[in-house]
C-alpha cells in the first residue's frame, strides 16, 4: 500500500479492515482486512486477476455478503445491521441480470416502483435515462429481444434510476466484444460524470479502469496491493505482482549502486535518490531503445509480434531473462537478427520487493 | 427465516403424518407398555408373510423392468423426434398417471376380465393373472419414465454426440459414452420411482389381484380392517417403511446425481422430424403401443359404462342419481361422490399448495447471508427435511388413514367428526408433489435475479413477489392440478376415515367393485369414467400451460 487512505474529510463509502472468510476457517481469505475510501462524485476501480477477491468486496458494499470481520461505512453510518434494500447503492451485475419477464421499461422502473415513486415520475424518469443511455423510444421492448451492448445500457439505466448515493459496477463491459467496450466505456465515463455518480467498478481489464477510473485499486489474493491515479499506477507499478498484471515481464534482480543498477542484463541506469542495495527492477518495454550489434547489450530476436501501432519484439539476451521492446514498423528487424540495446532511466521502476 | 418458513410443514408433519404412524405402530408393537420385539421374528417367520413380501419383491421388480422396456423408446420417442400432435400425445400419455388406481384397476378389469375384448374375442381372461397387475404397473407409470428420462434427453445438447462421432466414434458408440451416462441417472431415479409406487400398489392389486395376489400394503389393509390383527399389520408397516426409506435414499443420491453439471439445452430445439425407416418405425410402433396398452383400456372402460343389459345407453350414469337403486351398498345416491370428491379434493389441494410451497421455498432459500460453518450444516439438515417430504408417497396410505382414526379423536385434536379429516391425509400425500413440481423450478431462478431486486430496494417479501412468483406461477398451477388428481384418486387413508355417508368417487368405486350384480359393475365403470373424464380434463387443461422443464413428474 503506498498511498494512504487518511480520512480527514467525511467519506462516502469507507471500508475498515473488511476480512470475508469462505469454506473452512483456516483457509485463505478471499478479503483481508481491506481498507478503502470512496469520496463523493468519485469513480474509483478495482483492478485484479479473477479470484482476487474485487466481485466479493462490491458484494460486502452490497450487503449480499456478510462480513466476517470489519465494518462497511456509507457516509460516516455503520452498514452491518442494514440489510441490502435499505443501504441506498446500486450495483451492476456482470452479466447485466435483466428480468427476462419484463419489458424494458418494466426493468428500469423497478427500483423506482420499490421506492414507491408515481407512475407519471417513473415514466419520466424512464424516459431520460434511456435518452442518455442512447436508446430512446425502447421502452416496450423485450429483454430477449436486446443485444449484448443494448442490455447493458438497460442494465445501467435500471442501477441509475433511483439515483443510487453510490453506484458499483462488476465487469460492466466484461462480455461484450472490443469494438462495443472501447466505445462504451467512454460513454460511461460521460454519464457518471454528467450525473455527478459515485462509482465504484471493479474489472480485470486494464484499459477499461485506466479510461474509466479517477483512482485505481489493484487487488491481490484478497489483499490492496497499490491505489493511485491510473497514471501513477500505469508509471510506477508498486510490487512485481502489480507490474506483471500490467503486462510488463522486464523483471530482473538488482543491486543498486548509486545512479546505476547491477543486472544480468549489465548496467541499468535508475532514476535519481534511489536507495543502494539489492532490489527488483522493471524496465517497461518502452525504456528499451534499440541501438547497433556493436553497442549496447547485444540480444538475438526470438520473435517479432504485429501490433497495429508498433512491432513488439521477444529479445534474448546472452544472460539473464528475455527482454521485451517495442519499436517502429520501420525500423523493426527480423527473427533471428542480432541487435544491440541500451535502457532509459525514465523508464527504469524500481519494485517494491517486501509485497511481490 | 429457513426455520420459520420450515415450522408450518413441520408441524403439518408431525401432527399428520409422523404422530398417527408412531401411534399405530406403538399400538401394534407394545403390550403393557413394553416392546414386543419378538413379533418381528414371529410375523416373519410366518410363510404367508414371506409369499406377500416375495410377491411384493418380484411384482415390483417386474414391473420397473417391463416399464423401462416399453417406455425407454417412448421416451427417446417424445425427446428427439418432432411431429404433428405431439403435445395433445404428451398430454395422453400422463393421464394415466393422475387417474385414481381404482379407475386404473377397473379399467384393466374391463379390458382384460369377464365380458372384456379378449374374452369375448377369443375366450383368454387375465383377470386372475399375475399379467394384468403387471399391464396396470406399465400403464400407471409410462408417463414418469417418459417424463423423467425423456424430459432430461430433450434438453442434452446433440452437439456432444456430434462431437463425439467427430472423434471418430461409431453413431452407437457415441449414444453409449456420451448420452447414456448422463442418462444413467434420470433413467436410475425413473426406475427407483417406478419401483416405489408398485412395490406399495394398493388399489390396483386390491382390484386385480383376487385372493390369489397380495402386496405388503394390500395385506397391512387386510390385517388391520378384516382380522383386525394390529400386531402384524405394524410389523408389515414397518418392514415396509424400511424398504421405501431405502429407496427414497436411493432416489436422492441419483436425484443429486442427476443434478450434476450436465450441458442442458431448449427441449424444443434438439427434436427433429424422424428420417429414413427405423425412425419412422420406432415412432409408430411408440404409437401403437400407446394404443393398445394406454388408450384401449379407458376406452373399453368407457365403452363398458355404456354397455347396459338392453343395448347402449346411458342407464348406469341416470342410475348413479337415485339413492333408491343402491340397494343398501349406499345411504346416499352415488352420484353424491362426485361432489364429495370433488370438494374433498379442492380442500386438500389448498392444504398442499400452502404447506408444500412453504417447504419448497425454505428448500431454495439461498445461503448467501450464513457463514460457512452454518451453512454446511444448514445443507445438511436441508436434504434431510427434503427426504422427510418424500415419505408419504412410500408410508403404507392405510396405516396413515387407521393412524387417523385412533389419534385424532381425542382432544385437543379431535377431528373424527370433522369434514377436514378426509383433505388433510389427503393433502399429505399432494404435498410432495408439489414440492417436487415447485423445487426444480425455484431451484432453477438465478439467485442474482433476486439480489439485482434487493439492491434495487426490494424487501425480501417484495423479492419474493416480483421475481420468483411470475417465474414459478405456472409450476404453482401444474402443482396445484398434479395435487388435485393425487387427491382425487386417493383410496389407501381414504376408505378408512371417509364416513359411509359421505364417500368419495373411488371409495363408492371399490365397494361397487365388491359387490355382485350387473348393476354394481356397471354403476362402478359409469363412476370410474366420470373420475377419469375429471381427471383428463384437469390434466389437459395444465398442458397447455406446463412447460418442459417443470417437475419431476
Same mark, same amino acid.
Given at each position: ?6 480520512? &480527514? ?7 475498515d ?15 483481508h ?63 447485466h %441480470? ?10 428500469v ?13 417513473q ?6 435515462l ?12 423485450a ?8 442490455q ?35 460513454e ?8 455527478? &455518480?459515485?462509482?465504484l467498478?471493479?474489472?480485470?481489464? %486494464? ?17 490492496? +496491493? %497499490? ?7 500505469w ?7 502489480v507490474? #506483471? ?17 547491477l ?19 522493471l ?8 541501438t ?6 547485444? *540480444? ?26 517495442? *519499436? ?6 527480423e ?22 | ?13 408431525? /401432527? ?5 404412524v408412531t =401411534? ?10 413394553? @416392546? %414386543?420385539?419378538? !413379533? ?9 408373510v ?20 416399453i417406455?425407454?423408446p ?19 400419455v ?19 376380465? !369377464?365380458g372384456?375384448?379378449?374374452? +369375448?374375442l377369443?375366450?383368454? !381372461?387375465?383377470d386372475?393373472?399375475?399379467w ?32 463425439? #462421432?467427430?472423434?471418430?466414434a461409431? #453413431? ?25 409406487? &408398485? ?24 390385517q ?7 400386531? &402384524? +399389520? ?40 424422424? *428420417?429414413?425407416p ?60 362426485? @361432489? ?11 392444504? =398442499? /399448495?400452502?404447506?408444500g410451497?412453504l ?8 445461503y448467501?447471508?450464513? #457463514? ?13 427435511f427434503?427426504a ?16 387417523f ?8 385434536l ?46 425480501? @417479501? ?15 398451477l ?24 359421505r ?5 363408492a ?25 375429471? *381427471?383428463?380434463?384437469?390434466l ?11 417437475g419431476?413428474?
Open positions: 500500500m503506498t498511498a494512504p487512505t487518511t480520512t &480527514t474529510a467525511q467519506q462516502l463509502l469507507q471500508l479492515g473488511v476480512t470475508v472468510r469462505f469454506g473452512k476457517p483456516g483457509a485463505r481469505p478471499a478479503l482486512a481491506v481498507d478503502l475510501a470512496v469520496a463523493a462524485r468519485e469513480i474509483v476501480c478495482v483492478l485484479g486477476p479473477s479470484g482476487s477477491g474485487k466481485s466479493t468486496l462490491l458484494r460486502v458494499v452490497a450487503g449480499l455478503q456478510q462480513a466476517d470481520a470489519g465494518q462497511v461505512l456509507l457516509e460516516g453510518r455503520d452498514q452491518s445491521a442494514v440489510p441490502t434494500h435499505r443501504r441506498g447503492v446500486g450495483l451492476m451485475f456482470q452479466d %441480470q435483466l428480468f427476462p419477464q419484463r419489458d424494458v421499461a418494466g426493468n422502473a423497478f427500483g423506482l416502483r420499490m421506492l414507491g415513486t408515481s407512475r407519471g415520475d415514466e419520466r424518469t424512464v424516459t431520460e434511456l435518452d442518455l443511455v442512447g436508446l430512446p423510444g425502447a421502452q416496450r421492448r429483454v430477449a429481444s436486446l443485444s449484448g451492448g443494448e447493458q445500457r438497460v442494465a445501467l439505466a435500471r442501477a441509475l434510476a433511483p439515483r443510487p448515493r453510490l453506484l458499483m459496477l462488476d465487469e460492466p463491459l466484461g462480455q461484450l466484444d472490443r469494438g462495443l467496450r472501447e466505445r462504451l466505456v467512454v460511461l465515463g460521460r454519464v457518471f460524470r454528467e450525473l455527478g &455518480t459515485t462509482v467498478a471493479v474489472t480485470h481489464d %486494464q484499459g477499461e479502469a485506466f479510461a474509466l477510473a479517477d483512482r485505481v485499486v489493484v487487488m491481490q489474493d484478497g489483499r490492496i +496491493a %497499490q491505489t493511485g491515479t491510473p497514471l501513477e499506477v508509471q510506477r507499478p508498486a510490487t512485481e505482482f507490474a #506483471r498484471f500490467l503486462g510488463f515481464d522486464n523483471v530482473v534482480e538488482a543491486t543498486v549502486q548509486g545512479e546505476a543498477a543486472t544480468p542484463w549489465g548496467k541499468v541506469p535508475v532514476p535519481g535518490g534511489t536507495v543502494d542495495g539489492p532490489c527488483r527492477l524496465v517497461r518495454p518502452a525504456g528499451v531503445r534499440l547497433s550489434a556493436r553497442e549496447g547489450l547485444p *540480444c538475438t530476436v526470438a520473435a517479432r509480434t504485429f501490433r497495429g501501432t508498433h512491432v513488439a519484439l521477444l529479445l534474448r539476451p546472452k544472460s539473464g531473462p528475455q527482454i521485451e521492446a517495442a *519499436c517502429a514498423l520501420q525500423n523493426a528487424p527473427t533471428g537478427e542480432t541487435v544491440g540495446i541500451a535502457f532509459a532511466a525514465q523508464d527504469v521502476v524500481v519494485l517494491d520487493t517486501a509485497a511481490g | 427465516m429457513r426455520l420459520g418458513l420450515m415450522a408450518v410443514p413441520l408441524a403439518f408433519f408431525a /401432527l399428520l403424518f409422523a404422530y398417527p =401411534a399405530i405402530v406403538g399400538r401394534g408393537l407394545k403390550e403393557g407398555g413394553h @416392546w %414386543q420385539l419378538g !413379533r418381528f421374528t414371529a410375523v416373519l417367520a410366518d410363510p404367508d414371506l409369499h406377500v413380501l416375495w410377491f411384493t419383491v418380484w411384482q415390483a421388480a417386474a414391473s420397473t423392468a417391463l416399464t423401462l422396456l417406455a425407454l417412448g421416451a427417446y420417442v417424445f425427446a428427439r423426434f418432432d411431429f404433428p400432435g405431439k403435445r395433445l400425445l404428451r398430454a395422453v400422463t393421464v394415466p398417471f393422475v387417474l385414481p388406481t381404482v379407475v386404473v384397476g377397473s379399467a384393466f378389469l374391463a379390458l382384460v376380465g !369377464r372384456g375384448p379378449l374374452d +369375448a377369443w375366450g383368454v !381372461r387375465l386372475t393373472s399375475v394384468a397387475i403387471l399391464m396396470a404397473h406399465v400403464f400407471f407409470n409410462y408417463a414418469v419414465v417418459v417424463r423423467t428420462v425423456g424430459g432430461l434427453w430433450g434438453q442434452l445438447d446433440p452437439r456432444q454426440e456430434e462431437a463425439a #462421432r467427430v472423434l471418430g461409431g #453413431r452407437f458408440a457415441a449414444w453409449r459414452k456420451v448420452t447414456l451416462p448422463a442418462l444413467g441417472p434420470a433413467v436410475a431415479a425413473a426406475a427407483l420411482m417406478v419401483f416405489l409406487f &408398485t412395490f406399495t400398489s394398493f388399489g390396483i392389486v386390491q382390484i386385480l389381484g383376487g385372493p390369489t395376489f397380495s402386496t405388503l400394503e394390500v395385506e397391512i389393509y387386510r388391520t380392517a378384516d382380522y383386525l390383527d394390529l400386531p &402384524t +399389520a405394524a410389523v408389515l408397516t414397518l418392514l415396509q417403511f424400511l424398504a421405501v426409506l431405502v429407496l427414497l435414499a436411493l432416489h436422492a443420491w441419483t436425484v443429486r446425481r442427476r443434478e450434476a453439471a450436465l450441458r442442458l439445452v431448449d427441449a424444443s430445439s434438439t427434436a427433429r422430424r424422424p *428420417c429414413g427405423g425412425q419412422w418405425a420406432l415412432l409408430w410402433g411408440t404409437l401403437a403401443v400407446i394404443a393398445v396398452l394406454l388408450v384401449a383400456p379407458l376406452l373399453v372402460l368407457a365403452e363398458r359404462s355404456f354397455a347396459g343389459p338392453d343395448g347402449y345407453g346411458a342407464l348406469f350414469y341416470t342410475s348413479l342419481s337415485s339413492a333408491a337403486s343402491a340397494d343398501s351398498t349406499f345411504a346416499v345416491a352415488p352420484l353424491d361422490a362426485l @361432489w364429495n370428491s370433488l370438494s374433498y379434493a379442492a380442500a386438500a389441494t389448498a392444504i =398442499a /399448495l400452502v404447506v410451497g417447504a419448497a421455498a425454505a428448500l431454495t432459500l439461498p448467501s447471508r450464513h #457463514r460457512s460453518g452454518e451453512s454446511l450444516r444448514a445443507g445438511r439438515l436441508v436434504r434431510g427434503d422427510l417430504l418424500m415419505l408419504p408417497l412410500g408410508v403404507s396410505a392405510v396405516t396413515v388413514g387407521f393412524g382414526l385412533i389419534t385424532l379423536d381425542k382432544p385437543p379431535d377431528l373424527r367428526s370433522s369434514w377436514w379429516l378426509v383433505p388433510l391425509a389427503q393433502a399429505l400425500v399432494g404435498v410432495p408433489f408439489v414440492v417436487r413440481t415447485m423445487l426444480p423450478v425455484l431451484r432453477a431462478v438465478d439467485g442474482r435475479l433476486r439480489e439485482a431486486a434487493a439492491v434495487l430496494g426490494a424487501s425480501p @417479501w417484495r423479492v419474493w413477489r416480483e421475481v420468483d412468483l411470475p417465474m414459478v406461477r405456472r409450476a404453482l401444474i402443482a396445484a392440478g398434479f395435487a388435485f388428481a393425487v387427491s382425487l384418486g386417493e383410496f389407501g387413508a381414504t376408505v378408512f376415515i371417509a364416513r359411509p355417508d364417500p368419495t368417487l373411488p371409495v368405486v371399490a365397494r361397487l367393485l365388491g359387490r355382485a350384480g350387473e348393476l354394481n359393475y356397471g354403476q362402478a365403470m359409469a363412476m370410474s369414467t366420470i373420475l377419469m373424464v375429471v *381427471c383428463a380434463g384437469a389437459l387443461a395444465l398442458e397447455r400451460i406446463r412447460t418442459d422443464q417443470s419431476e413428474f
